[in-house]
């Protein structure tokens, strides 16, 4: 059953956003059947194998295409639970995730777009970027490593980086999880209360939800400044992981079903070949 | 002896280019003892390796700093000479060159900046282009494989891919090696004519000669496109070794002398520590 996706373009973020005014708890994508809304999920992921089947075989066409889902989001947005729910029918063979974490030495010794061109998607991959260069321009300013000019240069680098990713054939989808910070509260503590969710725990994610304002107006500043034509923003409500993930999972069967993508051509005549 | 080196800025690219007017045989750097060259170059050489010791020590400092030096230029030309004699007093341990041939296969299914990103110069690192970026807006042009708008893009990916350099520290000189057609006739044939140099020889080299003319139209939009501010080109007269490798020295030790480095400060207080 087909459903509107005409609530996506609400969610699309364009030259201002106030984060304040979208609700983390509102629920486009979803019904009010949870039944219904893990049928609906069921059946994108399987669409979303088909297409990335597609893609993966035109990993040696003329201009080959990738797609790159970047997912950013406070901790405990559900990053890794998108990635692995709206994959969940792929093959490993052509889905990739890449996580970013703080800097090690050599990435340090770099520009900061480095080690994350280094894991870009090739001709024919999916790739998913849990955390991203984004970081950069998040953490960095919060703490005062650098100033806002240096956003700024690092906001146009971003750009600059993505359009060629863009010109090389890498379609980009870019969702922002966006939780409350009472969900956030909940979700940490049951990460302390089960034993098995612990090591998921840090410390210092503990001052980092201290400094909840600062994220989220620094994350206004980059989502905005880098919502360009070639690689736009969603603020994903991610209160609901029914809602984050019909969403999420749409945005990412939109993305591959507009390739338009056919089974390649064989460079051979099928007909000449015969199997004895 | 200090020599004028105000010759650098005649050979210094600008918004147009015309290389006809620039003769190869021209040897500005060098003078009319070879063995005074040879003498100055081993003083270069040596005052190479001390700033580069330099450089390599600042590796960890708060804004580390990079160098890398390009080398482009018809077959022949020297590329391989030039960083052999340049450097040719330093460490391999921070001096590291990177050859660039014909895209691989997993290559050429990044964008065609991908695999010159990832060996990009680290903190306190000295990189040697060996060909580089700038082959994938000559041949493929001149081949036809790209029209002149995807050229232009590319030209873009390539200013906006050096500022993301500079702005992290790396200082970028851009030679072009120059010779004549005569000179790269002799050296190819000595190339053909000497058993120990003759792996060296490939057909396609023919080919590419006689495509001398396009191939010249093709440099000269690109190096003028490209010889900015903080990565400008030098064409550098390359049918004398001498003056190439006088002229490069010239260049690469003028880039580290401006970093203007000193020995960084230890991060403990010397008096406080103590050998027993």
Not at 28 to 54: K, T, V, Y
Not at 61 to 86: E, F, N, W
Not at 158 to 169: C, K, Q, V
Not at 196 to 220: C, I, N, S
């Amino acid at each position: 059953m087909a459903r509107s996706t005409a609530y996506l373009k609400t969610y699309r973020v364009g030259r201002k956003l106030r984060l304040k005014d979208i609700d983390p708890g509102a629920r486009p994508a979803a019904s009010s059947s949870r039944e219904a809304d893990d049928a609906r999920l069921a059946e994108l992921a399987i669409e979303i194998d088909r297409l990335q089947d597609l893609l993966y075989a035109n990993g040696s066409a003329g201009r080959p295409p990738k797609l790159l889902l970047v997912l950013q989001g406070m901790d405990t947005s559900g990053k890794d639970g998108t990635a692995r729910s709206v994959f969940r029918q792929c093959s490993p063979l052509g889905v990739r995730v890449a996580a970013f974490k703080a800097p090690t030495e050599v990435e340090r010794a770099h520009d900061f777009l480095w080690r994350v061109h280094a894991v870009a998607p090739r001709a024919g991959e999916v790739v998913v970027f849990n955390r991203s260069h984004y970081e950069d321009v998040l953490v960095p300013f919060v703490e005062g490593w650098i100033d806002a000019a240096e956003r700024q240069r690092r906001l146009a680098h971003i750009n600059a980086f993505e359009r060629l990713l863009h010109d090389s054939g890498t379609t980009i989808v870019k969702c922002f999880l966006h939780i409350s910070k009472d969900e956030q509260r909940e979700r940490l503590q049951a990460r302390l209360d089960d034993p098995a969710k612990r090591w998921k725990f840090q410390v210092g994610d503990l001052e980092t939800r201290e400094k909840w304002k600062a994220y989220l107006a620094a994350y206004e500043t980059a989502l905005a400044a880098t919502s360009t034509a070639c690689a736009p923003w969603h603020v994903v409500p991610a209160d609901s992981k029914s809602n984050r993930n019909l969403m999420i999972a749409t945005l990412v069967a939109q993305a591959l079903a507009g390739m338009k993508l056919k089974p390649p051509k064989p460079d051979f005549d099928p007909a000449a070949v015969r199997v004895v």
